[in-house]
């Protein structure tokens, strides 16, 4: 099979040039490019990780704090109410506690007629006993054995930043509570056994008595939305109360927060064990501070590929996935909270993680171009070099096809046209020379050929009889003029040409 190339030499220089120069570069920036984004995803994929492992670490730290502390307080705490207390302790310690308004025991009458805050301070617990149900000895024995424990409350709350309230509570329905808080805060007829950081630890909904963490609620003494660790304090089988440490929520959200990727491209949030939104930038409003995020599910929220990335957050694996919202692609690694049950995920819109091999795309359409343009550029300046002397020499070829002296070359080019310029040159000089010496030998021949021709219509006419005749008579004519007698008349030939004549 022949391999047939047809068109004006320009069109394939130009063509030739844009081939073999930007055809390299988008099919190598192509792959690059391609390359480079599975390179980067897999790279940010990997960073993120150990970023989302890193603060997940961070948060199941700090809630180690708060179970390691709680668990000194609850110790301190069930120490404290197997203390014995005298029927003269019992009764001066007593006198402080008084009825509010609202039939409610504590503090809070002593409180505001020694000064307040402004001459106590606030570091120091408060009672809440809700005396519709009138109070006995045990009552008043845990409320004196426990005053002892504000000096233990005070130094957890210290080291521990993140503390709101330390407070422990009784089966009876006695609770303390530190630091200061009164009871005002409290609705009518609260009762804080029935609260769910009582009744996450108590024995119907933890037969193990083992510490437990409560789901993120709002906390009935203003503090907002916390999540509380609750540990059951437990004396030969018999529960001697529930302590319970809280720890607000926006104390965590912090965490999460201050997380930082691509620029804040990207973002955190917090999970409980049942994939409700603990903190999350689209559920960051006042009403979410209020607690009304606690019906927030991210189980039920997004698509169903988030869906299922959430689940598997829910179930406490460590991982990444992709998952399509209203604006990019995105990408989400989690990781785990082993103390509390909760899981921690950083998302990261893919078009982010992938922007720098979208600029080296950009750069290399940019830099394809300019080839182009250069290739283009180049083109026409090799068609001008090499095509204009190639039709100068078709002009000389078609000058000679026409019998026409062909004019002289004078190119200047690349050295192999200039020699093909010189040796077409010799070349035409050569064949007009030739072609005038063979002109003049045509012409020489056809003379030679007339001539020839017509010696041999004369040696013809020599050789008849009748030109002998002639012959015969214009000598015997010469004879007679010079003298000679003729004797006898001149003799009749018959002209085979012309006829007789006499």
């Known amino acids: 099979m022949k391999l047939q190339i047809r068109g004006p030499v320009a069109r394939a220089i130009l063509i030739a040039f844009l081939i073999i120069s ?16 599975g390179v980067l995803t897999e790279q940010m994929e990997d960073n993120v990780q150990t970023l989302v492992e890193s603060k997940a670490d961070e948060i199941n730290q700090r809630l180690n704090e708060v179970l390691h502390t709680t668990l000194i ?25 008084q009825l509010d308004g609202r039939n409610l ?19 120091l617990s408060n009672v809440y006993w809700n005396n519709d149900i009138p109070i006995n000895d045990v009552v008043e024995r845990q409320i004196i054995q426990t005053e002892p424990l504000d000096a233990i409350y005070g130094s957890i709350k210290g080291v521990s930043p993140d503390t709101q309230w330390i407070y422990m509570t009784t089966p009876e329905g006695m609770m303390r509570l530190y630091p200061w808080a009164d009871n005002d805060h409290y609705p009518d007829k609260w009762d804080p056994r029935e ?7 108590d024995r119907p909904n933890n037969p193990t008595l083992e510490p437990r963490w409560t789901a993120p609620y709002v906390d009935f ?41 691509l620029d804040g491209a990207g973002y955190g949030f917090l999970i409980d064990a049942n994939g409700n939104v603990v903190s999350h930038p689209d559920f960051q409003d006042d009403e979410a501070l209020k607690g009304s995020q606690e019906d927030a599910s991210l189980l039920t929220y997004g698509t169903p590929d988030f869906q299922a990335i959430i689940t598997k957050m829910v179930n406490g694996e460590t991982g990444s996935g992709r998952f399509v919202d209203d604006v990019d692609d995105q990408i989400l690694v989690y990781a785990p909270i082993p103390t509390i049950g909760w899981s921690l995920g950083i998302v990261v819109p893919h078009s982010e993680v992938i922007a720098p091999a979208r600029i080296m795309q950009q750069r290399s359409y940019t830099i394809a171009g300019v080839i182009a343009l250069a290739a283009i550029a180049l083109s026409l300046l090799l068609t001008h070099t090499l095509h204009q002397p190639i039709r100068q020499l078709l002009t000389g070829v078609r000058q000679m096809s026409e019998d026409s002296r062909a004019d002289k070359l004078n190119l200047v080019s690349f050295r192999e046209f200039e020699k093909l310029a010189q040796a077409f040159n010799e070349m035409a000089d050569r064949v007009y020379q030739r072609e005038r010496r063979l002109k003049e030998k045509v012409d020489a021949l056809s003379i030679q050929i007339d001539t020839e021709r017509k010696e041999a219509q004369i040696r013809q006419l020599v050789e008849t009889d009748y030109f002998q005749h002639l012959e015969n008579n214009a ?9 000679k007698a003729v004797s006898q008349p001149l003799p009749a030939v018959e002209n085979k040409v012309f006829g007789e004549i006499d």
């Open 221 to 261: 003494a203003g503090a907002g939305w916390m999540v509380t660790l609750s540990i059951p304090m437990v004396e030969n089988g018999e529960l001697l109360g529930i302590m319970s440490h809280d720890i607000t929520i926006n104390a965590l959200q912090n965490l999460v927060q201050d997380i930082r990727v």
């Open 105 to 123: 025991l504590g503090l809070d009458v002593y409180f505001n007629a020694a000064g307040g805050a402004e001459v106590l301070g606030s570091d």
């Open 73 to 97: 307080a609850a110790a301190h705490t069930k120490s404290a109410l197997q203390q014995e207390v005298t029927a003269d302790q019992l009764t001066t310690g007593m006198q402080r506690y």
């Open 195 to 201: 609260i769910i950081f009582y009744t996450v630890a």
């Open 22 to 37: 930007i055809v390299p570069i988008v099919v190598v920036s192509g792959a690059l490019i391609s390359q480079s984004r």
């Open 475 to 483: 000598q015997l004519l010469r004879e007679r003029i010079k003298g």
